[in-house]
């Protein structure tokens, strides 16, 4: 049971450049949420969905792109990096039944 | 928005020694759940309270939600080099919806 996966692990970019990163999970989960973590501001939220096609804004969504079409992946786009967007990436996902949520190993993104 | 304070940033253990973390928040919390990330990990839920009052225990972990619902606490005793890492809190306002996180307590353990 592989439960919540994300790729790629690292990922060095340059600015301006589009990047996608992925995140897959085997659960059924309904909800998905993507966050980003950096050094003084603990996790935030970028986007997250309630299920397939319903996504919303979460506390910091500017320059992201989120999509999901099939309820076990929930991509995340940075339509042209930045060097503010150097961060790592936390995938999660929830049954929606409960407040827990599961969290991907993450993403260390560096945008050069 | 719903905020959650977490207290002190950090906190430096002498191993052996208890320590006690400290959650608030301005407004009611419906529910608070606790997170530890251990360095270069992603978080990993550790524990749900809801009821006003409620105390939970996890071997050497004690959580417990005020009276008010406006804040928590986690207390570690006889700390351990394998309780390193940053604990968080963090809040939802309804089922399966989005959390607000705490800034949370980076704990060093000093053998």
């Known amino acids: 049971d592989a439960g919540i996966t994300q790729s790629p692990r690292y990922k060095i970019t340059e600015t301006g450049r589009q990047v996608t990163l992925m995140c897959h999970q085997t659960?059924?989960?309904?909800?998905m949420f993507w966050y980003r973590q950096d050094l003084g501001h603990g996790l935030r939220l970028i986007y997250y969905?309630?299920?397939?096609?319903?996504?919303d804004k979460g506390e910091v969504p500017d320059g992201y792109v989120v999509s999901r079409s099939k309820t076990e992946n929930f991509p995340l786009t940075l339509e042209s990096a930045t060097r503010s967007q150097t961060s790592v990436y936390f995938c999660?996902?929830?049954?929606?039944?409960?407040?827990?949520?599961?969290f991907g190993p993450g993403t260390r993104l560096t945008v050069t | 928005g719903q905020q959650v304070m977490q207290i002190p940033q950090y906190q430096h253990v002498q191993e052996g020694e208890d320590f006690t973390t400290y959650c608030n928040s301005s407004?009611?919390?419906?529910?608070i759940q606790w997170y530890k990330q251990r360095p270069g990990g992603h978080p990993v839920f550790l524990i749900q309270?809801?009821?006003?009052?409620e105390v939970k225990k996890q071997k050497r972990l004690t959580f417990q939600f005020g009276e008010a619902k406006k804040n928590s606490s986690l207390h570690i005793t006889a700390t351990q080099t394998t309780d390193v890492g940053t604990y968080f809190c963090?809040?939802?306002?309804?089922?399966?919806?989005?959390?607000?996180f705490g800034g949370g307590t980076r704990v060093l353990v000093k053998p």
């Open positions: 999660a996902s929830s049954t929606g039944k409960s407040y827990e949520q599961y």
């Open positions: 659960w059924s989960h309904s909800y």
């Open positions: 969905s309630a299920a397939a096609d319903i996504t």
């Open positions: 407004t009611t919390l419906s529910n």
């Open positions: 309270l809801v009821k006003s009052g």
């Open positions: 963090a809040s939802s306002r309804a089922a399966g919806n989005k959390l607000t």
